[in-house]
């Protein structure tokens, strides 16, 4: 029986294949016995601190580890089952996506774009919310997830040329032309999917409007320190926090790709441990340890890690001008964004309305750079306000 919400719109151009996600005994078992065989460094002052200055603790880690070892992934496959998923081949590429369909003839389309270490897991949250108010026949919206080239279950970038975030938004957009979008959609993202996001609304005429939860950038000259609110300096201190202390991993990622890589496809509890920092320091809430082992799970289990990290390397060496400091990227079709304190870099309104036509914003007292994840409510509220603000340009 088909599940509900996946009745493709007539108007694709190519019909997707269906998917279910199934991953075999055989390497849930070999994941298990790799995880009750790895072994966790001796502690060390620096894996002592329980503030993690110097990274995740030693205590944590063999915490997480131990609940690896009986956790059970079936549920978390069962849990993916239950929306509708399906792939494209794209550029000889398998490209995997979520998707709900709309049964409604103005439905607006909308990509939701994940980023690193994310997937599509980190929107599933807010697409529960959507199937618990409305039914296909009422949903406004046709929303779909795709897995970005190399995570998860889509197929890794080419092994014989370089591929970027500009091949990366060709990719996507071909998703939605394909599914019959070609008149218009909205992309949203954060992370990795703000970039994709700003190249999609920039490069592409069918998508209309882009809405943020991210961007990264430095001071603009000319913007005046009396424009930006004192909610809004304090949290700058977030940023340098960020760049002095939890930025390494980023040039471990864009400078030795491969190093790292081949590291961490060796063993689950290393993953584990590169990941699963990620997940501690960079929410406002705690994210749940059951959580966490999903997201890890899935990437060990798809060995994504390594084909997913490349586009770090378009950060190294820094460029002089970040993405959305350059005029190139700079918005001109309506730009919505929502402001979560506790993101990489908090990045004040009077800065992002330099990159773009800002049209909506909202700024949250709570939430940081898993919003999807950590706050999928207030998300989805900034998300549907915004598409209904620019309803008239995307139809």
Sequence with gaps: MALAYSDIPSGAKVPPKPYQLHISDAQIEELLVLVKLSKVAPPTYESSQEDRKYGITRDWLLEARQAWK???????????????QFTYEIEDMTIHFVGLFSKKADAIPIVLLHGWPGSFLEFLPLLSLLKDKYSPEELPYHVVVPSLPGFTLSSGPPLDRDFTGEDTARVINQVMVNLGFEGGYVAQGGDIGSRIGRIMAVDYDACKAVHLNACYMG??????ESSISE?????????????????????????????????????????????????LDWPDDPIPLNDILESVSLYWLTESFPRCIHHYREQVPMPK?????????????????????????PIPRAWIETTGNLVFWNTHEKGGHFAALERPADLLEDLTAFVEKVRADIK
Excluded: C
């Design 321 to 345: 001008l970040q993405l959305a400091e350059n005029p190139r990227w700079y918005i001109k079709k309506p730009l919505g964004f929502s402001y979560f304190p506790k993101e990489l870099m």
């Design 219 to 224: 001071k603009p000259a000319h913007v005046q």
């Design 231 to 279: 909610f809004e300096k304090r949290n700058l201190a977030r940023g340098e926090w960020f760049m002095t202390y939890g930025a390494a991993y980023g040039f471990e990622h864009g400078s030795r790709p491969s190093t790292i890589g081949n590291v961490l496809s060796a063993n689950p509890v290393a993953l584990l441990a590169w990941v699963g920092e990620k997940f």
């Design 70 to 84: 009986s956790f059970d992934w079936r549920p978390t496959e069962q849990r993916i089952n239950s929306f509708p």
